[in-house]
């Protein structure tokens, strides 16, 4: 049995406190995610899964963000982040739902050993852990249950208190390259605002001043650290005012309101009034998504998605590499199934850039991002960044321009390497990312949105009573289980121009998420609720009838 760092008397005694509940625990899209009131058990185990991890990787900084992000307030999550600031190795998702199931004490000191044993843990090492949680009320005594697992694996850990989830990533990162040729950045929030702050303000240097942008915070984290960030601004050079930014009313949280709101319902949030001309845009709650409206001379309200984010990014990176002379940069975009026909389109058609589909999950997107010099990866709930190779990153700081037009771009690029967050979706640096094509382009969210026009879609949601039945294949874009619900699915797309549909389950919400896409909204309405009714008959639907 495992001694040493990691205390067994006092691991009994954590478990005496924070029994677990009757629950089947699975970590999800984005690690554990369900109502507060059922993780305290999971925050306690988390702390000792992310020590162990710690341990594996020779006392490297280990990350813990306590966010539900885009959930209801009631809910709260916990995500694991890996050294380098990316999502936890996907090897240590099935041990940490493992040790999220074990129920008594010897149980869990039983699978503790299975891991140290299966990946040779040396448990003389120093574990490293910091952690940091959103604006939920549930947060402070979820974070006491987390301390008291990092306490009884002997971690030493640092609570970085209120932080945005790309914040906390970031500061993983910092911390784990400091002092090293790949220093990231100062591992303080400070840090982070200035390191953005100064980017922008170079890439922002000749350009138009835009007029200030309206931003929804979904009443979350991202209101206060967005007015933090304000100060490192003058506003001469560019602002924004915040719609949403309620974070002390209880409720208020992701209301109507926030990035996955106006993405599934299509519509401004609570609070914003659209004027024609101007730029909209909302945070999720926790600051890792980012979508962007506006509304035409009509009053119609136009969505600008993460499909439309990666596209315009795509499309200014590949200038910038062709016009500071660096072709042999290649830059390609990562999407999943939820990605908008036409996008895919736009992008492997006119501008001819290489497009992977995988599962949904950043840490899908995040790996196959990897593969390229440049990797622009977005889902088109918002959630997305732009990642550069060490050999991308190496040739942009090391090149010299013939020509001054070489040279400004160069200088622009290496800025587009600081203001994007290269360790995950970072709402905040992907919006002045936006901000920046935007005044370089000289464009209005209008004219940004003439690069394609989306196909209507849909995104219903259908509560069954058990999800775990769903299973997919090919990028989640086809049901293998329940059998025979594919060949039915694609019987009712078959009568749709332009018909696409797929069903999943969501890995963050107690749901099946059915996507549906045709040529008008009308069929796409109508697909959506043939197809979303007959998952709800086939799969097992609970409450009441799926509607949109
Ligand atoms: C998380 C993940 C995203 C994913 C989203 C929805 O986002 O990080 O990659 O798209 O969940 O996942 P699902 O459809 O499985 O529920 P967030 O912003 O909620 O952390």
Known sequence: MTQMILDQQRIRAANEIHPTPDVKFAYGTAG????????????????????????????????????????????????????????????????????????????????????????NINVD?????????DTRPSCPALVASLKDGLDAAGADSIDFGLKTTPQLHYLVRCINTQGTNDAYGEPTEEGYYVKLSEAFKTLMKGKPVLPAISVDCANGVGAPKLKEFLKYIDSNVWTANLVNDDIKTPGKLNYNAGADYVKTQQKAPLGAVL?????????DGDADRLVYYYADDAGVFHLLDGDKIAGLAAMFIMDLVKTAGVDSINVGVVQTAYANGSSTKYLSGELK????????????????????????????????????????????????????????????????????NQTVGDALSDMLLVEVILAHRHWTCQEWD??????????????????????????????????????????????????????????????VRVYAEAATRTETDYLAMAVAQLVYDRGGGVGSAPSI
């Open 275 to 283: 004027n024609a001309g101007d730029r909209y845009c909302s945070f």
């Open 353 to 420: 850039v290489p497009v992977s589909c995988v599962s949904t999950g950043v840490k899908h997107l995040h790996h196959e991002a990897e593969k390229y010099d440049v990797g622009v990866y977005f889902e088109a709930n918002g959630h997305g960044t732009v990642l550069f190779s060490p050999e991308a990153l190496n040739t942009i700081k090391t090149s010299e321009g013939r020509t001054p037009a070489q040279n400004t771009a160069l200088t622009q690029l290496q800025a587009l390497t600081e203001l994007i």
């Open 125 to 133: 090492n120093k574990a490293n852990v910091i952690y940091a949680y």
């Open 32 to 119: 554990f995610r369900m109502q507060a009131d059922k993780l305290d058990s999971i925050m306690f185990k988390v702390g000792i899964i992310a020590a162990l991890r710690s341990l594996k990787l020779n006392g490297a900084t280990i990350g813990v963000m306590i966010t539900a992000s885009h959930n209801p307030e009631e809910d709260n999550g916990v995500k694991l982040v890996d050294p380098r600031g990316e999502m936890l190795e996907q090897s240590w998702e099935g041990l940490s739902t493992e040790l999220a199931n074990a129920r008594d004490a010897d149980s869990i000191l039983s699978v503790i050993d299975s891991i140290v044993a299966k990946y």
């Open 450 to 511: 003439q690069a394609y026009t989306d196909l209507p879609n849909r995104l219903v949601k259908v509560v069954v009573a058990d999800r775990t039945i769903f299973k997919t294949t090919d990028a989640e874009r086809k049901l293998v289980e329940p059998q025979g619900l594919q060949q039915e699915i694609d019987t009712i797309v078959s009568k749709y121009s332009n018909g696409r549909s797929f069903v999943r389950a969501s890995g963050t919400e107690d749901a």
